[in-house]
């Protein structure tokens, strides 16, 4: 049968060659009873899977499991009140609220004062990120000025997030500003 007579391939020649060749004994007959081995030869230069173990890896220490909780904390103040430990999530404010769903760590809620209301409910975000320090703009009314050490004076539009060094200084209104220093 040659492809109801359109010249194409069809199931029916597939089936008939395949059998020809199971019939005649030809190593391409044997494609249902394939069977794949591992080639026994292999090359000097490429180790084997088998050879690898867990055992052999060195990690480098800032980035074994664990880690995290062994790396220092940046910390911050509020003009010149306490020092606080950047250990969990920040939220500040002039009445701060943390959000309705919270992934990870709680965060800590600091309110400020803010006499002529230029604070937000919850202005900024501070957060530690492994070995870095991010500041965000929770949708403020009237802005979160940054002044880094070396750098220009920005001010983060609303939900704008900014990675800070130490003595960056987070001006959130009212003269309530923000210090982030080293970790301690």
Same mark, same amino acid.
């Given at each position: 049968?040659r492809?109801?007579? $359109?010249?194409?391939?069809?199931?029916v020649?597939e089936?008939?060659?395949?059998?020809?060749?199971?019939s005649?004994?030809?190593?391409?007959?044997? =494609?249902? +009873?394939t069977i794949?081995?591992?080639?026994?030869?292999?090359?000097a230069?490429?180790?084997?899977?088998?050879?690898w173990?867990?055992g052999? =890896?060195?990690? +480098?220490?800032?980035?074994?499991?664990?880690?995290?909780?062994?790396?220092?904390?940046?910390?911050f103040?509020?003009?010149?009140?306490?020092?606080?430990?950047?250990d $969990?999530?920040?939220? =500040?404010?002039?009445k701060p609220?943390?959000p309705?769903?919270? $992934?990870? $760590?709680?965060p800590?809620?600091?309110?400020?004062?803010?006499?002529?209301?230029?604070?937000?409910g919850?202005?900024?975000?501070?957060r530690?990120e492994?070995?870095t320090?991010?500041?965000?703009?929770?949708?403020?009314?009237n802005?979160?000025?940054?002044?880094?050490?070396?750098?220009?004076?920005?001010?983060l539009?609303?939900?704008e997030?900014?990675?800070?060094?130490?003595?960056?200084?987070?001006?959130?209104?009212?003269?309530?500003?923000?210090?982030?220093l080293?970790?301690?």
């Amino acid at each position: 049968m040659r492809g109801l007579g $359109t010249g194409r391939w069809s199931l029916v020649e597939e089936a008939e060659r395949a059998a020809q060749l199971a019939s005649a004994g030809s190593p391409e007959g044997d =494609i249902g +009873d394939t069977i794949v081995t591992e080639r026994q030869r292999h090359r000097a230069d490429v180790p084997s899977v088998t050879a690898w173990s867990p055992g052999r =890896i060195d990690l +480098d220490p800032r980035f074994a499991p664990g880690a995290a909780q062994r790396v220092g904390h940046y910390c911050f103040r509020i003009g010149d009140g306490p020092v606080y430990r950047l250990d $969990t999530p920040v939220y =500040i404010g002039r009445k701060p609220s943390s959000p309705r769903i919270v $992934t990870g $760590t709680i965060p800590r809620l600091l309110k400020v004062v803010s006499p002529s209301m230029e604070v937000s409910g919850t202005h900024v975000e501070l957060r530690q990120e492994g070995m870095t320090v991010v500041v965000t703009d929770m949708r403020s009314t009237n802005g979160t000025f940054v002044s880094q050490p070396g750098s220009a004076h920005v001010k983060l539009r609303q939900g704008e997030s900014l990675v800070v060094t130490p003595g960056t200084l987070v001006d959130i209104g009212d003269g309530n500003v923000i210090e982030i220093l080293p970790i301690r």
